[in-house]
């Protein structure tokens, strides 16, 4: 197979930092660095293994606090070259953990309640991290077109990544998304090509792809690039414990798409607790879906370990995954971790969209007003304690799901400019 040619070829000279090897999450079985992404054994899912960082937890810490405010003051706990800062790169990360007194008095919780909000990022998204970290390990095989199955904001990501580092770009999304993904994805100037289906139909024509000659050399941030890729979401665990003064917090609520995300903030919390960054302390993983693409949540409440697919029907497309490669991984984390998934309808989410804007100031995207809705839910249903330290992740920017919430966000009133039609109006103070 081309994918495995290329990984032969090239291991030996890959410089990706502390990054060691692959290893099988199912089996345990090692690989060399290369653009893999299934164990030749067992056809589990590859992950990063590390040499992770020598010294004392305080050394360590002050390196990370002295280092550029973007991911790459993690630089020594991901799979990227020492020298990444000085690479062209889109730097993400470091995005506000904020401090949601308003929010918090609304939902009465009084244990503390935070939004991390990767609104912030270069392309307003979380994808922004992921896609940074799979540039680096493009380059280190060698890759010179850059590419992805995306459910929107993954597009925009690679795009303006692929612009930045250099490299040709052409991603894959379905035909049918909202104009601002469409737009931000196609600005960069790469290929853009619309599939006729959903994210599945995308992702499965890519897997087609990567095994044809048309797709030689082509590295898929998400697919032969996705043990390196799926790394990035680690440093959303490290900002959030670095934001809280090297603190866990009690629990978090994170959203679904393909899974990999909320999986690897575990693994980043894990990992902190293992070097001595954080005190080790029990926290609790819950995971967000929208009723319209609600597989995982489906499968947590019914008590199952499979992962049945669904045909995604939901507002909130940058999470409509039908068939998520990681959601028993998802399911595993919930359990362990003593949290829950759970989902909320298209009507729950404009609320929740709102609900943050009016409180805080902050506009999401559908996939925030799922996790600040889910949020909701459980706090009414007591699963959630309102009395613990909670961070609800914000992962997109409202500006590119716009039609979400334009049909009940209009002008107030429309007038001539003249004082006496605004007191007409009814707004004045007095
Ligand atoms: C991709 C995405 C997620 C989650 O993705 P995973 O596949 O679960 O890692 C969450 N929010 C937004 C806005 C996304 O674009
Ligand atoms: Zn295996």
Redesign the pocket.
């Known amino acids: 197979m081309a994918v495995q040619t290329i990984a032969e070829n090239t291991t030996s000279s890959v410089d990706l930092g502390p990054a060691a090897a692959l290893s099988c999450r199912e089996c345990g079985e090692r690989f060399e660095l290369g653009p893999l992404f299934a164990c030749a054994s067992c056809f589990g899912p590859l992950e990063v293994a590390y040499d992770l960082p020598a010294g004392s937890p305080e050394e360590l810490k002050k390196r990370i606090e002295a280092g550029p405010n973007n991911i790459w003051r993690y630089a020594p706990l991901l799979p990227v070259p020492a020298d990444v800062a000085e690479k062209p790169n889109i730097n993400p990360g470091f995005t506000k953990l904020v401090k949601a007194d308003n929010l918090a008095r609304e939902l009465d919780v009084t244990g503390g309640l935070y939004v991390k909000d990767d609104s912030g990022n270069p392309t307003h ?3 922004d991290r992921v896609v940074a970290i799979a540039v680096e390990a493009a380059r280190a095989f060698g890759f010179t077109t850059l590419s992805c199955s995306s ?4 597009a925009g990501a690679v795009g303006a990544a692929a612009a930045r580092a250099g490299l040709r770009s052409c991603v894959f999304i379905p035909h049918d998304l909202e104009q601002g993904k469409v737009v931000m994805a196609a600005v960069y100037g790469g290929e853009l090509v619309g599939i006729e289906g959903n994210y599945d139909d995308v992702n499965r024509f890519c897997s087609e792809l990567i095994g044809d000659p048309l797709g030689e050399g082509w590295g898929f941030v998400n697919v032969n690039l996705r043990p390196y890729y799926g790394e990035g ?1 680690k440093t959303l665990a490290y900002e959030i414990c670095e934001q809280l003064g090297w603190k866990l917090p009690d629990q978090i609520v994170i ?8 999986t690897k903030i575990d693994k980043g919390f894990q990992e902190l607790i293992k070097l001595g960054l954080v005190e080790d302390r029990p926290y609790k993983i819950f995971g967000a879906q929208a009723e319209g693409c609600s597989p995982v949540s489906a499968a947590f409440k019914a008590g199952h370990d499979v992962v049945r697919p669904q045909k995604p029907n939901t507002i909130a497309k ?2 409509a ?1 039908g068939n998520p490669a990681d959601g028993p991984y998802v399911l595993d984390i919930a359990r362990r971790t003593g949290g829950a998934v759970d989902d909320v309808n298209d009507e729950q989410v404009v609320d929740a969209i709102k609900l943050l804007a009016r409180t805080e100031g902050i506009f999401g ?1 559908t ?1 925030g007003g799922v996790t600040l809705g889910v949020t909701k839910k459980l706090i009414e249903a007591g699963v959630i304690d309102p009395t613990l330290t909670t961070v609800v992740l914000n ?2 920017d409202g500006l590119k799901t716009l039609d979400a919430v334009s049909a009940t966000s209009q002008a107030t009133a429309t007038i001539k400019p003249s004082l006496g039609a605004f007191r007409a109006a009814g707004l004045a103070s007095a």
């Open positions: 998204s979380f994808k459910t929107g904001n993954l979401s959203p679904i798409a393909s899974g990999s995300q909320l940058s999470l995954i995207e996939a992962t997109g």
